[in-house]
DNA sequence: TTACTAAATGATAATCATCATCAATTAACA
DNA sequence: TGTTAATTGATGATGATTATCATTTAGTAA
C-alpha cells in the first residue's frame, strides 16, 4: 500500500560524523565537524557533511541550532534545553537552566500564529574569551 | 582631549530606511528593506541599506535580529521584546509575552559564562501559511 | 558469492547573503 | 560659498550553503 520508502544506507561516512559530533560536548558548525571527520576519512567531501547534518536532523537524530552568528551548529543531544552563545567567539554550548514549559501556553494565547515551539538563546562571553581579555 | 568624534551625518538614505522600517510590524530582512526603499530612492545602492542598517543597530537606534533562518532581520522598536518566525515562510513578529526575568539569574548561576542577555523564539505558523496550506 | 540497482559520495560549480573597496558625491560648518 | 571628511553607488570579494552529476557502494535477491 504504501509507496516504497526510500532506503537509507548505514554508510561509513554518516556513522563517523554521528560519533565525531557526539564526542564533543560543544556545538560545532557543518565546516569544524568536516575538519574532525577528516582525521579519520581524509578523502570526505564537505558536501558529505552537509548533506547528511541535513538528513539527520530531518529525521531527528541530531539537532540543528539555528541561532546567532553566520553558521548553523548541530548539537548530538535532541531533548529540549536551551543554549548559550559566546558573543566574541561564537561558541555555542548546552545551558542547565529548566526548559518555561509555560511560554508556550502563553504565546498560544497572545498569537495568530501556530505555535510549534520555542528556544531560548543566552547571550554572553564563554570563560575562554574572559581570560583573554586579561 | 576627545579624539575628534567622527561626524555622523544625517542623508536622505538614512531617513528613508529608518521610516520605511518603522511603517512596518513584521521584521524586514536588508533586501526586503532594499526593495521598499527602492520605491522612494531608485538609485540606492544595496550596499547602503546594510551599512546602514549595521550602524543604526550598533548604535542602538534599531534591532538587529538574528534569529534561524538564513537572513538578518531588522526591529524598529529596542524595548526588550521577543519574537515568533514562521516555519514556513520565514516572516518573523514581536509576540506579546512578557519578558521572563528570571532567566538571566538562572543562567548565571548555572554557568561559567559571563551572563549578557537572553531571547526567546518561537516558531509556528503564520495566519497567511495556515490559510495557504488549504 | 555475485550481480543488480537505487542511494550516496566526492568534486565542482552555482547561489545567496554579506562585506570590502574606491572614485565620485554631498552634508555640515567655517 | 568653499573645504573636507563622511557617505554613497557600483562593483568585486568572501564565506556559507546548496545543486549537479558522473562514479562508487550498501543492501538485497538470485
Given at each position: 500500500?504504501?509507496?516504497?520508502?526510500?532506503?537509507?544506507?548505514?554508510?561509513?561516512?554518516?556513522?563517523?560524523?554521528?560519533e565525531e559530533?557526539s564526542?564533543?560536548t560543544?556545538?560545532?558548525?557543518?565546516?569544524e565537524?568536516?575538519d574532525?571527520?577528516?582525521?579519520?576519512?581524509?578523502?570526505?567531501?564537505?558536501?558529505?557533511?552537509?548533506?547528511?547534518?541535513?538528513?539527520?536532523?530531518?529525521?531527528?537524530?541530531?539537532?540543528?541550532?539555528?541561532?546567532?552568528?553566520?553558521q548553523?551548529?548541530f548539537?548530538?543531544?535532541?531533548?529540549?534545553?536551551?543554549?548559550?552563545r559566546?558573543?566574541?567567539?561564537?561558541?555555542?554550548d548546552?545551558?542547565?537552566?529548566?526548559?518555561?514549559?509555560?511560554?508556550?501556553?502563553?504565546?498560544?494565547?497572545?498569537s495568530?500564529?501556530?505555535?510549534?515551539?520555542?528556544?531560548?538563546?543566552?547571550?554572553?562571553i564563554?570563560?575562554?574569551c574572559?581570560?583573554?581579555?586579561h
Open positions: 500500500m504504501n509507496a516504497p520508502a526510500s532506503m537509507i544506507r548505514l554508510t561509513t561516512q554518516r556513522q563517523i560524523i554521528l559530533l564526542k564533543v560543544s556545538h560545532p558548525t557543518a565546516s565537524l568536516y574532525m571527520v577528516r582525521k579519520r576519512l581524509p578523502r570526505i567531501g564537505l558536501g558529505t557533511v552537509y548533506r547528511n547534518l541535513e538528513l539527520m536532523a530531518e529525521s531527528g537524530m541530531i539537532l540543528k541550532i539555528e541561532v546567532g552568528g553566520t548553523k551548529r548539537d548530538a543531544t535532541t531533548d529540549e534545553h536551551y543554549h548559550i559566546c558573543s566574541v567567539c561564537g561558541r555555542v548546552d545551558i542547565d537552566v529548566p526548559v518555561v514549559k509555560e511560554l508556550v501556553a502563553q504565546a498560544k494565547e497572545s495568530a500564529y501556530m505555535i510549534q515551539g520555542h528556544h531560548v538563546e543566552f547571550t554572553g564563554c570563560s575562554d574572559q581570560k583573554k581579555q
